[in-house]
């Protein structure tokens, strides 16, 4: 089975179930014209995320790694009128096409960009109360997915989903000795799972148009 036959498949799910949506491929575009790695979550993958927003009557959302905004304006499109995702983005360039992104779709005041590392804008929302988040998805750099969870129970109640991208790699995470550390990132957040009580959680292995990856989903217990 090959990349062919994924993203063919991916292109059949996308005609009988996500319509042609202009501004959503505007924004993956204006993405891809500005230089910004072709890394944004598929389309199939998109609906999900806006799937399980909807499926958790997501209100407050967070999301850790912008790019372009392709993810967040999924999850923005999730929300009852009146309702915020905040995400948060490291680099100066990928906030300014996210930004635009974001006015084009008519979506400007119910996404809030903060720019700067996620390490210190998480303790932020922390001390502004802006939580608990009823759906985070942790999308940044891998390597500290292990603190991008810590900070997500801190601003999660019980009944929080927190979804997790691009924690397969290819297979690699079961490489013991990878020099990664995107994977070792992905591997220790693993051994984390592996104890933790405070959240429910399951990894799904995906193959696609984005190749062979997979997601990891959890529910903060109550
Ligand atoms: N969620 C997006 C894809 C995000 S790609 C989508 O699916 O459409 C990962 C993003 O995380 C990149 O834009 C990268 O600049 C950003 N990033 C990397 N390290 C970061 C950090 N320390 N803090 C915040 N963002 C970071
Ligand atoms: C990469 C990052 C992502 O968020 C993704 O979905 C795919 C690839 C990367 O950094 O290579
Ligand atoms: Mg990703």
């Not at 779709?105 to 996404?111: E, H, K, S, T």
Request: aromatic residues 6%; negative net charge.
């Amino acid at each position: 089975m090959t990349q062919e036959l994924w993203t063919a498949v991916d292109a059949y799910i996308k005609e009988k179930m996500i319509p042609a949506d202009a501004v959503l491929a505007a924004a993956q575009q204006n993405g891809i014209d500005a230089g910004l790695p072709p890394i944004a979550v598929s389309p199939v993958q998109g609906k999900m995320l806006h799937l399980l927003a909807r499926m958790c009557g997501a209100k407050n959302v967070l999301e850790i790694g912008t790019l372009a905004g392709y993810s967040t304006i999924w999850l923005a499109r999730a929300l009852p009128a009146g309702e915020r995702v905040i995400t948060l983005e490291l680099d100066r360039k990928h906030a300014e096409v996210s930004r635009k992104n974001f006015v084009m779709a008519g979506l400007a005041d119910v996404i809030e960009l903060r720019l700067g590392s996620a390490l210190d804008s998480l303790p932020k929302l922390v001390e502004e109360r802006r939580g608990p988040f009823d759906l985070i998805f942790i999308d940044a750099d891998k390597s500290n997915i292990p603190a991008y969870f810590d900070w997500s129970l801190k601003l999660s109640r019980p009944g929080t989903v927190i979804v997790v991208d691009n924690i397969i790699r290819d297979g690699k995470v079961i490489d013991t000795d990878s020099k990664d550390p995107n994977i070792q990132g992905v591997r220790r957040f693993n051994e984390r799972l592996a104890t933790e009580t405070r959240v429910s959680a399951t990894e799904i292995q995906t193959v696609g148009e984005k190749g062979y990856d997979g997601f990891a989903l959890l529910v903060v217990n109550g």
